[in-house]
């Protein structure tokens, strides 16, 4: 007797499934082909997007060739980095402007620069390190014409400890107070990075070579 029902709750587990698949097997086969879909488009977007990384660093190390040639020609690799800067990935677009920046400035385009360096500082898809660099690149070309309290309110972030760029945020801020005549502020300063171990050598040679002109020593 136990086989009987067993075999009768088999059929009825058959039929049951049957019925199951009569109602909604359209959907279960939607279902896998959509997840069969995405599986492959998946692998499809991953393949699209190695290919466009290597088709950007391409570019990208193109224009430095171009940029790292007879200065008369480095302006060649303009085009090529805005076009990295407008269609690129976050770390491209930001390199290129970095790279572009430094070009314009080179040739005596100070304003063009000024605002590719404030475009990667304020982008907020931009490695944290790239945006502090083009703070400081700004900052540096502030030095002989800039509003020192909009320089020291740029460079405040970078002033903090742990920051890489501290030290060079440091040396412009003493050089802003040597071109606004304060010296006291300014010596202070190049003591400071005199004896700041974790200052380049030539930011401490340098702030060294000042003081000595300042009448000061480290």
Do not use: C
């Not at 009825?12 to 359209?26: I, P, S």
């Not at 040639?69 to 805005?82: F, N």
């Not at 360096?117 to 898809?125: L, P, Q, R, S, Y």
């Not at 740029?154 to 945020?169: C, K, Q």
Request: net charge neutral.
């Amino acid at each position: 007797m136990p086989d009987i029902f067993d075999e009768v709750a088999e059929d009825l587990r058959a039929e049951r499934a049957q019925k199951l698949l009569r109602r909604y097997g359209g959907l279960l086969i939607i279902a896998a082909v959509l997840v069969i879909a995405g599986v492959g488009g998946h692998e499809i977007w991953k393949r699209y997007q190695a290919g466009e990384i290597a088709r950007q660093a391409a570019l990208f190390l193109e224009a430095q060739k171009i940029a790292a040639g007879p200065i008369a020609g480095r302006s060649a690799a303009v085009p090529v980095l805005e076009n990295l800067a407008r269609d690129g990935s976050a770390g491209y677009r930001a390199l290129s402007r970095l790279r572009a920046a430094a070009i314009k400035a080179e040739a005596g385009d100070h304003a063009s620069a000024a605002q590719l360096w404030n475009a990667v500082a304020n982008d907020g898809d931009a490695d944290p390190l790239l945006r502090d660099l083009a703070t400081l690149q700004w900052a540096t070309h502030q030095i002989d014409a800039g509003e020192a309290g909009a320089v020291d309110l740029r460079l405040a972030p970078l002033l903090a400890a742990g920051n890489p760029f501290r030290p060079m945020a440091e040396e412009i801020r003493a050089l802003m107070a040597l071109r606004l005549g304060k010296l006291d502020a300014a010596r202070e300063g190049f003591k400071r990075l005199a004896v700041d171990t974790a200052a380049p050598d030539g930011v401490r040679g340098r702030a060294n070579g000042l003081l000595q002109r300042l009448g000061g020593g480290a």
